[in-house]
């Protein structure tokens, strides 16, 4: 099984410093879609793994939040796609969790749950948080110059080295298939 793990703020929708709160917010990269559809009929297994602690801060609901997923999982199916799983982590910065980026609990839960090792699966984000997460489990970080790639590039160019970037998901897409 070949499987890819994507973050979804900055890597497969519009990202926003004020958060993404509505499904009508929810704004597809353009090329993200058909880059997921793409990595999906090669043979890729999709998996996202998503911090979204404006839930903690009573931004938005967790009705929202599938609301903004269900867009995403109908946008997909449009190219005759689909993301296998989402897994998200609810809480704020500050609660100590183990599964908020870059902590490693979100790839630790999809790789329990898909029963799958994620020493050399690609792991596509666009900040330093998604870089580190991957970095813990063995995956391969991939860097997308989108959302806040090029804010991460700048700030954290010494803890990249080794890691491959790229200018978006539409392009990961192409190396991989």
């Known amino acids: 099984m070949r499987l890819i793990i994507l973050d979804r703020d900055g890597v497969i929708n519009q990202d926003s410093d004020s958060y993404v709160k509505t499904v009508d917010e929810w704004l597809?990269?353009?090329g993200s879609i058909e880059a997921m559809a793409r990595l999906c009929h090669a043979g890729y297994r999709i998996a996202v793994a998503t911090n979204q602690s404006g839930l903690s801060r009573g931004l938005f609901t967790i009705d929202d939040l599938n609301a903004m997923h269900r867009k995403m999982h109908r946008e997909l199916a449009t190219h005759g796609a689909h993301v296998d799983a989402v897994f998200f982590c609810p809480h704020g910065p500050d609660a100590g969790c183990a599964c908020r980026k870059p902590n490693p609990g979100l790839l630790e839960e999809i790789s329990s749950r898909m029963q799958v090792d994620l020493v050399g699966v690609p792991c596509v984000g666009d900040s330093y948080r998604d870089i580190a997460a991957a970095n813990a489990m063995g995956a391969i970080p991939i860097l997308v110059?989108?959302?806040?790639g090029e804010r991460t590039m700048l700030e954290h160019r010494p803890e990249l080295l080794g890691t491959v970037v790229y200018a978006d998901l539409a392009a990961?897409?192409?190396s991989l298939v």
């Open 28 to 30: 597809p990269i353009p």
């Open 145 to 148: 110059r989108t959302g806040k």
């Open 172 to 174: 990961v897409a192409e």
